[in-house]
Nanobody
Framework: QVQLVESGGGLVQPGGSLRLSCVVS????????IGWFRQAPGMEREGVSS????????AYRDSVKGRFTISKDNAKNTVYLQMNSLKPEDTAAYYC???????????????????WGQGTQVTVSS
């Protein structure tokens, strides 16, 4: 049974850090792809970062490069998103999602991912 459960969201001041976790079941992290996405109120859901298990390829959207880091622990079936230097514009509900096979070009495309978690809220505000 496929299940993705996010945790780690919260309220943080600008410049602060948070680490999100996504516990995955029904997928193999050393082969499949897990992505992090976010959706702010009134906005479309957008890809933040993704890690492809089969070759270790990682993708980031430009606005988070150098601030966010995705990683995984295969033994714990968990994917992490370390978020540093957070900005108010990072405020959103963050979701993890899973897909068996995805091309490099589509790793941050929401339409490629059929399985989704329930999300965790991240609010960056002073």
């Amino acid at each position: 049974q496929v299940q993705l459960v996010e945790s780690g969201g919260g309220l943080v001041q600008p410049g602060g850090s948070l680490r999100l976790s996504c516990v995955v079941s029904g997928f193999t992290l050393d082969y499949d792809t897990i992505g992090w996405f976010r959706q702010a109120p009134g906005m479309e859901r957008e890809g933040v970062s993704s890690i492809r298990g089969m070759d270790g390829k990682i993708a980031y959207r430009d606005s988070v490069k150098g601030r966010f880091t995705i990683s995984k622990d295969n033994a714990k079936n968990t994917v992490y998103l370390q978020m540093n230097s957070l900005k108010p514009e990072d405020t959103a509900a963050y979701y993890c999602a899973a897909v068996r096979v995805v091309s490099s070009r589509k790793m941050l495309s929401t339409e490629e991912y059929p399985y989704w978690g329930q999300g965790t809220q991240v609010t960056v505000s002073s």
